[in-house]
């Protein structure tokens, strides 16, 4: 008994400092003090309702990304027509969201078709028209799965995206979800700047890098005159008193590299102190890259981000080593900014805002103070109440109840889970539990006593009959916690974390701490003095 008494106060003292290590840095004064030199970074993070930030609701253009997926459907299928000889000419998407092509031999219907078949299932033909000269105009539309798998996968590609986006922007604990038509809900905590933020959130950050014609005449390219393969294009400069100029430049349509070799982009500063993105690509995009500078040595490479032209530098020689960099007169911030969104990699389709507000800090505060208070009259009460009727039993209760709410705060703050309102009003409720559970074990003691058995019997008895009972209950709460937290949206996630990890701690301390605290008594007590219950 004395030693299984002494390991088991062993590990309630480990528990116990564990719990203040991870609970002290939330508690405030602390982070001031030079405890925070041994103390973990952990701090319960505070929900969109306590905390203050923005909400946002962002519609996902869903059938621009059906009309990119459908143009390069286009061009895979014109090349491999390409490659068993078949003629096909044209591939563009038209509207309603169709893809568009001629065939220029009619006796090649058949193997075209059978091609389609094999390698393009996912589209079917919506019709087929005779042409003159033996040509044949076809017109093709997905099928409505690979439409509805397109959709899915171009949401989740935003959704992760958007993520990355905003882990990278700094925001602890956002909320981003996917929603009913084509939407994207995302909470914001502590984000003061919404307009900063919807600008980082919804860049398309679609990079090219395409060659300049510099023999193209610009004055015909103005007027819509310009060479096969080749689109007018402006270059934007930011001059000194804030405006912008643009300046008409004509490229190569065909992309000689994309952002999709990207591997890092950081920003950097120049030897006058100009901020810049500084690109790296991975071992194909170098290759690729130097293999196009060094075939272009003299001619200018214009750098495009979402059809926007950053800067056209003239190739000086051969770049190897996968770098390169944009310039554009760019502010710190702009700069910081723009290797976000290239870092996180490209939407797979315009989002827009369709819905913002902000929800302000102060009403936070007084949604925490309120909590608060609220916490602190019923766990005094519950504290007062619970010596007055049980006596000694009633402070090893209480004792109980506030190892509980230490660790339910060190589990917030350990696992980086975030206290929202519903939160606070789960802890409530897990106080509630935790003197319950120990009133069910005391009410079994005393029923043990009033029979007449021993202290050390009645405790026993009591103990062992009311856990069973207390176990019960208690996994059923857990798994309807666990139900409200994969099902749940945020406010209601963070009541669910809240409630299971005070279920967890209740159990920790209404079975197992009150009975060591109980054994402890009676190994110390004289002969016949009475349990105080």
Do not use: C
């Given at each position: 008994?004395?030693?299984?008494?002494?390991?088991?106060?062993?590990?309630?003292?480990?528990?116990?400092?564990?719990?203040?290590?991870?609970?002290?840095?939330?508690?405030?004064?602390?982070?001031?003090?030079?405890?925070?030199?041994?103390?973990?970074?952990?701090?319960?993070?505070?929900?969109?309702?306590?905390?203050?930030?923005?909400?946002?609701?962002?519609?996902?253009?869903?059938?621009?990304?059906?009309?990119?997926?459908?143009?390069?459907?286009?061009?895979?299928?014109?090349?491999?027509?390409?490659?068993?000889?078949?003629?096909?000419?044209?591939?563009?998407?038209?509207?309603?969201?169709?893809?568009?092509?001629?065939?220029?031999?009619?006796?090649?219907?058949?193997?075209?078709?059978?091609?389609?078949?094999?390698?393009?299932?996912?589209?079917?033909?919506?019709?087929?028209?005779?042409?003159?000269?033996?040509?044949?105009?076809?017109?093709?539309?997905?099928?409505?799965?690979?439409?509805?798998?397109?959709?899915?996968?171009?949401?989740?590609?935003?959704?992760?995206?958007?993520?990355?986006?905003?882990?990278?922007?700094?925001?602890?604990?956002?909320?981003?979800?996917?929603?009913?038509?084509?939407?994207?809900?995302?909470?914001?905590?502590?984000?003061?700047?919404?307009?900063?933020?919807?600008?980082?959130?919804?860049?398309?950050?679609?990079?090219?890098?395409?060659?300049?014609?510099?023999?193209?005449?610009?004055?015909?390219?103005?007027?819509?005159?310009?060479?096969?393969?080749?689109?007018?294009?402006?270059?934007?400069?930011?001059?000194?008193?804030?405006?912008?100029?643009?300046?008409?430049?004509?490229?190569?349509?065909?992309?000689?590299?994309?952002?999709?070799?990207?591997?890092?982009?950081?920003?950097?500063?120049?030897?006058?102190?100009?901020?810049?993105?500084?690109?790296?690509?991975?071992?194909?995009?170098?290759r690729i890259f130097e293999r196009v500078t060094g075939e272009n040595v003299k001619k200018r490479l214009a750098i495009v981000l979402d059809g926007k032209v950053y800067s056209a530098p003239v190739i000086q020689e051969k770049i190897s080593g996968g770098r390169a960099s944009i310039t554009g007169r760019f502010t710190t911030e702009e700069a910081h900014d723009l290797a976000i969104v290239l870092r996180a990699g490209s939407l797979p389709a315009p989002v827009h805002v369709m819905e913002e507000r902000s929800v302000g800090p102060s009403l936070g505060q007084e949604s925490i103070e309120k909590g608060i208070f609220s916490a602190l009259i019923g766990g005094a009460v519950v504290l007062v109440f619970m010596v007055v009727y049980y006596g000694f039993a009633g402070i090893v209760a209480d004792i109980a109840l506030l190892f509980n709410i230490l660790l339910i705060m060190a589990g917030l703050a350990g696992f980086g889970a975030t206290l929202t309102l519903p939160g606070i009003a789960?802890?409530?409720?897990?106080?509630?539990?935790?003197?319950?559970?120990?009133?069910?074990?005391?009410?079994?003691?005393?029923?043990?006593?009033?029979?007449?058995?021993?202290?050390?019997?009645?405790?026993?008895?009591?103990?062992?009959?009311?856990?069973?009972?207390?176990?019960?209950?208690?996994?059923?709460?857990?798994?309807?916690?666990?139900?409200?937290?994969?099902?749940?949206?945020?406010?209601?996630?963070?009541?669910?974390?809240?409630?299971?990890?005070?279920?967890?701690?209740?159990?920790?301390?209404?079975?197992?701490?009150?009975?060591?605290?109980?054994?402890?008594?009676?190994?110390?007590?004289?002969?016949?003095?009475?349990?105080?219950?």
């Amino acid at each position: 008994m004395q030693g299984s008494l002494r390991w088991r106060i062993i590990l309630i003292i480990f528990v116990l400092g564990l719990g203040l290590i991870y609970a002290l840095p939330s508690v405030p004064g602390i982070k001031k003090s030079a405890l925070t030199k041994i103390l973990p970074d952990n701090e319960i993070n505070l929900g969109l309702d306590l905390k203050g930030g923005i909400h946002l609701t962002l519609g996902v253009d869903v059938q621009k990304a059906i009309e990119n997926s459908l143009a390069q459907m286009g061009q895979d299928i014109r090349s491999e027509a390409r490659e068993e000889s078949i003629l096909v000419l044209r591939p563009r998407v038209v509207q309603g969201g169709k893809l568009e092509f001629v065939l220029l031999k009619s006796d090649q219907q058949e193997a075209l078709e059978d091609m389609l078949e094999q390698k393009f299932s996912q589209l079917k033909i919506v019709s087929r028209e005779p042409l003159e000269q033996g040509k044949v105009r076809y017109v093709l539309g997905m099928t409505p799965k690979y439409k509805e798998h397109l959709t899915k996968l171009t949401i989740d590609q935003a959704i992760k995206t958007i993520r990355n986006r905003i882990d990278q922007f700094g925001v602890a604990e956002p909320d981003i979800r996917k929603q009913e038509g084509n939407r994207i809900q995302v909470q914001l905590p502590g984000l003061d700047d919404p307009q900063r933020a919807i600008k980082v959130i919804g860049k398309t950050a679609h990079l090219e890098f395409k060659l300049v014609d510099d023999e193209a005449d610009i004055k015909k390219a103005l007027k819509g005159i310009l060479p096969p393969g080749r689109e007018l294009a402006f270059i934007y400069k930011k001059l000194p008193d804030g405006s912008t100029s643009k300046q008409p430049i004509v490229l190569r349509k065909e992309a000689v590299l994309t952002g999709e070799y990207i591997t890092d982009a950081n920003t950097a500063f120049d030897s006058y102190g100009q901020p810049y993105v500084s690109l790296s690509f991975n071992k194909r995009g170098s290759r690729i890259f130097e293999r196009v500078t060094g075939e272009n040595v003299k001619k200018r490479l214009a750098i495009v981000l979402d059809g926007k032209v950053y800067s056209a530098p003239v190739i000086q020689e051969k770049i190897s080593g996968g770098r390169a960099s944009i310039t554009g007169r760019f502010t710190t911030e702009e700069a910081h900014d723009l290797a976000i969104v290239l870092r996180a990699g490209s939407l797979p389709a315009p989002v827009h805002v369709m819905e913002e507000r902000s929800v302000g800090p102060s009403l936070g505060q007084e949604s925490i103070e309120k909590g608060i208070f609220s916490a602190l009259i019923g766990g005094a009460v519950v504290l007062v109440f619970m010596v007055v009727y049980y006596g000694f039993a009633g402070i090893v209760a209480d004792i109980a109840l506030l190892f509980n709410i230490l660790l339910i705060m060190a589990g917030l703050a350990g696992f980086g889970a975030t206290l929202t309102l519903p939160g606070i009003a789960g802890i409530i409720l897990t106080i509630g539990m935790a003197v319950d559970a120990n009133v069910l074990i005391f009410e079994r003691i005393r029923e043990e006593l009033r029979r007449g058995l021993s202290p050390r019997a009645a405790i026993d008895e009591g103990f062992g009959r009311a856990t069973l009972t207390i176990l019960d209950a208690n996994v059923t709460t857990i798994i309807a916690a666990i139900i409200l937290y994969q099902f749940g949206t945020g406010p209601i996630r963070g009541f669910a974390v809240t409630l299971t990890l005070g279920i967890l701690a209740s159990m920790f301390t209404a079975i197992f701490v009150s009975r060591v605290i109980f054994d402890l008594w009676l190994t110390r007590r004289k002969a016949g003095t009475a349990l105080s219950i």
